[in-house]
């Protein structure tokens, strides 16, 4: 079986309710989606995405360079190839490139899963067939009230949610703390509140700040500082008891490896777009499993679905708020979290199935584009 032809477009869109953090506010997300083709006529499908930048670099990474590389290519040898597209484009850093990379990934996975006639959770090990799934929020605008955000943890848990993960980074920590105590009350026992930063607080905020938050019994605390900050969340974890989650600023397992040889997190949350796809983030899973810790996959919750139903090391699944293709109109056929459970799709492959109706009507032209930054 050999590679003939690969297909790339990229698409913005809107999320599916306005997204917005201590450090970001959201205009669009990008989705790049490769289809790949092969000699015995089976098709794959890839993706990727951004967050209001870069779809067209990524795209045309895709189409000027990487596909050149693995046409004619055995998609059946994920890692040759991977390791070539790799190796190729280095020279670029650590970032796009593997934002590139795993569209093309992506897509030879779910054509391994249509040849060997598998859903894609049993090739990576099938550990499980369902996961416990967090619901995730991204508002933390000033006009969002206390009981804006109760409302909607009251339909969360009219959904079959227990854990919950909210925005915090307010100026004042007093309001952040109002929030997380109004969340975890009407939650009730058994339920659990996680809190994201978005690299909010420098080191020494984050010492402060963490040491207050810590009585309070969290889940987690993702990302207090800048990401590349190894020490400074070495000496946070010695400091606090509550756990520390981060990776979605990561691209390599290498990495990974520092955070995990300093003790500087607990829960690792590599996103697989990120990365470079499956086959790098399978190394980074089983990486995390060695140092003892549990992965919780940033995004994507229709492939992360499967990913973590793949390895032994699973934590939990994340639900974005208007982030899921799903939500998006995307999908031939919704894939859904109910309950709080996730359950892969048992189709050959990842089984998402893009509408490509739906698709065509949000293609990213950049002539018409009009990039303003959503950075704070």
């Known amino acids: 079986m050999k590679i003939v ?5 990229a698409y913005r869109l809107p999320p ?4 917005e953090d201590a450090t970001n506010k959201v205009d669009g997300l990008e989705f790049i989606v490769t289809e790949i083709t092969t000699d015995t006529g089976l098709t794959g499908t890839g993706f ?3 967050v209001d930048i870069g779809g067209t670099v990524i795209k045309a990474l895709v189409e000027d360079y990487l596909q050149h590389l693995v046409i004619g290519m055995n998609p059946l040898n994920y890692e040759e190839i991977w390791n070539k597209m790799q190796r190729q484009s280095r020279r670029l850093g650590l970032g796009v490139n593997s934002m590139a990379m795993a569209a093309i990934d992506i897509a030879v996975w779910d054509l391994m899963g249509k040849h060997y006639g598998q859903p894609l959770y049993r090739l990576l090990g099938g550990a499980r067939n369902q996961i416990s799934t967090y619901i995730s929020e991204i508002n933390l605008s000033n006009e969002d009230t206390v009981e804006d955000l109760l409302q909607r943890v009251d339909s969360y848990i009219e959904q079959g949610y227990r854990t919950v993960k909210i925005k915090i980074g307010k100026e004042d920590i007093e309001e952040d703390i109002e929030r997380i105590r109004k969340v975890q009350e009407r939650l009730g026992k058994g339920g659990k509140v996680l809190v994201d930063l978005n690299q909010k607080w420098s080191a020494t905020e984050a010492l402060t700040k ?3 938050l810590d009585p309070l019994g969290l889940g987690w605390i993702e990302e207090p500082m800048l990401y590349h900050d190894i020490q400074g969340h070495s000496q ?3 400091a606090i008891k509550t756990p520390i989650a981060l990776g979605e600023s990561m691209y390599s397992r290498f990495q990974f490896l520092e955070y995990l040889k300093a003790d500087a997190v607990d829960i690792v949350q590599a996103d697989v777009a990120f990365v470079g796809g499956i086959t790098e983030w399978l ?11 549990p992965v919780a996959p940033h995004f994507m919750m229709e492939l992360s679905v499967h990913l973590l139903c793949g390895v032994q090391n699973a934590y939990m699944l994340e639900n974005v ?5 799903t939500e998006l109109g995307l999908l031939e056929v919704p894939i859904t979290v109910e309950k709080g459970v996730g359950v892969p799709s048992e189709l050959p492959g990842h089984g ?3 509408n490509k109706s739906a698709l065509a009507k949000h293609l990213l032209d950049p002539t018409t584009l009009q990039f303003q930054g959503g950075s704070k």
């Open 5 to 9: 032809n690969i297909s790339t477009n």
């Open 210 to 212: 963490s040491h207050i």
């Open 283 to 293: 190394k980074i899973a089983h990486l995390s499993s060695a140092f003892g810790k």
């Open 352 to 354: 998402i199935v893009f």
């Open 16 to 19: 599916g309710v306005p997204w």
């Open 236 to 238: 946070l974890k010695k």
């Open 48 to 50: 990727s995405y951004t």
């Open 321 to 325: 708020v208007g982030g899921s293709f």
